[in-house]
């Protein structure tokens, strides 16, 4: 598995390229945003938010145009609103500075088998449909009446989640284990801001419903 790390501080970076090729990783830095576009893909890119030439926010945007790519935010930026930002620009994770070995790569060995799982059930053709909608975990593509509906990797999983389970309820702490794999506490706030995304962006499409105190329910179509 090849990782990309993104990381200006020389300190910090050839401390985790030291780490991570201790664990078997095929490591490689860029210290730019400009390098961090130009490099060949990786599996995993940790990437500082903190870079020189371009808002980190801005480069994990177009990292996550990117097939098959995950980003894990690696940054000193520790508040709420920071976190949400990330997520919702597309990170799999966020992890605060300072952190430890063995929390960081526990964090990539996650997020690598939750694209490992998306792409052997894109390989069976496991697509979903409801009603209007088509999710397909092969290209991660979103369809509504055929026209494509972008979405971020976590708003995909979430949603993915709740119409694998339509008609039910989906409770709030299974949706943090299965799409934040519970590696932090993800605030109230956060599902509900992708709640909150995924209602704008599909529209009368998909009918997502609150439980109050106990979660979601996507509404099954007859």
Do not use: C, N
Request: hydrophobic share 45%.
């Amino acid at each position: 598995m090849r990782i990309l790390v993104v990381e200006d501080d020389d300190r910090v970076a050839r401390g985790l390229l030291t780490a991570l090729r201790h664990a078997g990783y095929d490591v490689h830095r860029a210290a730019t945003a400009a390098d961090a576009l130009a490099a060949p893909p990786a599996d995993v890119v940790l990437l500082d938010l903190g870079l020189p030439d371009l808002d980190g926010l801005d480069v994990l945007r177009e990292l996550r145009r990117r097939p098959g790519t995950a980003v894990i935010a690696v940054t000193a930026r520790g508040e709420e609103r920071e976190r949400v930002l990330g997520l919702r620009a597309g990170a799999d994770d966020y992890v605060v500075k300072p952190f430890g070995t063995a929390e960081l790569l526990a964090r990539i060995e996650a997020v690598l088998r939750r694209t490992r799982t998306a792409r052997a059930a894109g390989d069976r053709g496991d697509r979903l449909t409801l009603g209007a909608l088509t999710l397909d975990p092969a290209t991660r593509e979103a369809l509504v009446d055929g026209t494509p509906v972008p979405l971020t990797r976590k708003e995909f999983d979430l949603l993915a989640l709740l119409v694998h389970r339509a008609g039910t309820v989906v409770s709030r702490d299974l949706i943090v284990d299965q799409v934040w794999q519970a590696h932090w506490e993800a605030p109230s706030r956060t599902l509900d801001t992708h709640i909150a995304a995924l209602r704008g962006k599909l529209g009368d499409a998909v009918r997502i419903e609150t439980v109050r105190g106990v979660g979601y329910r996507v509404a099954a179509h007859s």
